[in-house]
């Protein structure tokens, strides 16, 4: 067995052998270090980067932000919510009920019952926004109010149903049906235009238009006019489905599920149906003043991660999962 084979002496010191060794080590010196060099200045970089998306990144710079620091003084996150809606918002139970604790504890997270809820309506969600009542609505509330506002990413899609008491009613095409709406709505707006396409004549190419031809008009053979009356509310909306001066309403989903019991009791069978058509769908924002942008940014990040790590998902199956026309 070999002993001692780089010949460390007491009195000669390190072997040449050991000497060609060292000599393979890693340096920083001169041309032999250069790689060396260039990678340490590289994890140099990516440290320095790291550290700078932590302490520079969106959401600290957010959080450093007038309007979060106000609410930070005030030591709670005033929330308009529609406290009526079942599924959504009861009783301060509800998909954005959770949303609103979430984004509470996101801006307030060393603070115990940091959010309030406000009860609004429809039509006392802005006014409560530009008069400072609340911070946030989340309040079945779509895109698309104006500029005074600020939207977060939807949270939700309401499906707009065709509804109606009567089952010969599901299978007829829209041609055959006297059909309800409240203009001014999202559901309202989305179904108008939905029908007006129906109707509408083939689109007019360029060249006819430069040759000033006259505008196409609807193909009968494939047009569809659908027969439409205009309701001022809800409950006139609903009036007129329960007396037959409609055959079918256009409602979203949180509304068909808050007046499912009338609905319901109103045929024989204790419901009511859902035509096929496919009207197409509402999407739901939080909001707040335009000039506290910070606040929906910081929504918009809650609702991309809890998208990402299925909580989204696991709440609206929770709350919504029964919701009438999913």
Not at 181 to 188: D, N, R, V
Not at 301 to 317: A, S
Request: proline share 6%; charged share 25%.
């Amino acid at each position: 067995m070999r002993q001692n084979p780089y010949k460390i002496g007491r009195t000669k010191g390190i072997s040449p052998r050991l000497k060609d060794k060292l000599k393979q080590l890693p340096t920083l010196k001169g041309y032999e270090g250069r790689w060396f060099r260039r990678v340490l200045i590289g994890i140099g970089v990516v440290l320095a980067a790291l550290i700078a998306i932590h302490f520079l990144k969106p959401e600290t710079q957010l959080m450093s932000s007038v309007e979060i620091k106000r609410i930070e003084s005030a030591g709670v996150l005033t929330v308009g919510v529609r406290d009526d809606m079942p599924g959504f918002c009861e009783n301060g139970t509800g998909l954005e009920a959770e949303l609103a604790k979430l984004l509470a504890e996101r801006i307030l997270p060393d603070t115990e019952g940091a959010v309030r809820f406000v009860p609004c309506s429809s039509t006392t969600v802005t006014t409560k926004l530009k008069d400072g009542s609340i911070d946030v609505a989340i309040a079945l509330q779509p895109n698309g109010q104006g500029s005074a506002y600020s939207y977060s990413y939807p949270y939700y899609s309401d499906k707009i149903s065709l509804v109606t008491l009567d089952p010969a009613n599901v299978d007829k095409g829209l041609g055959e049906l006297t059909i309800g709406y409240i203009p001014g709505t999202a559901a309202g707006s989305r179904f108008a235009s939905y029908a007006a396409e129906l109707g509408a004549a083939p689109e007019q190419g360029i060249v006819d238009r430069l040759l000033r031809r006259p505008k196409p008009t609807p193909d009968p053979e494939t047009a569809i006019m659908v027969e439409t009356r205009r309701f001022g509310s809800i409950d006139e909306l609903l009036s007129a489905l329960k007396s037959g001066a409609v055959d079918a309403i256009a409602l979203p989903g949180a509304y068909l599920n808050k007046y499912f019991n009338d609905l319901a009791g109103e045929t024989d069978a204790g419901q009511f149906y859902i035509c096929r058509a496919d009207v197409g769908s509402v999407d739901y924002c939080m909001l707040c003043s335009s000039d506290e942008p910070a606040l929906m940014q910081l929504a918009d990040m809650l609702i991309y991660e809890l998208k990402e790590n299925g909580t989204l998902e696991r709440l609206t199956k929770e709350y919504l999962s029964d919701l009438p026309g999913r």
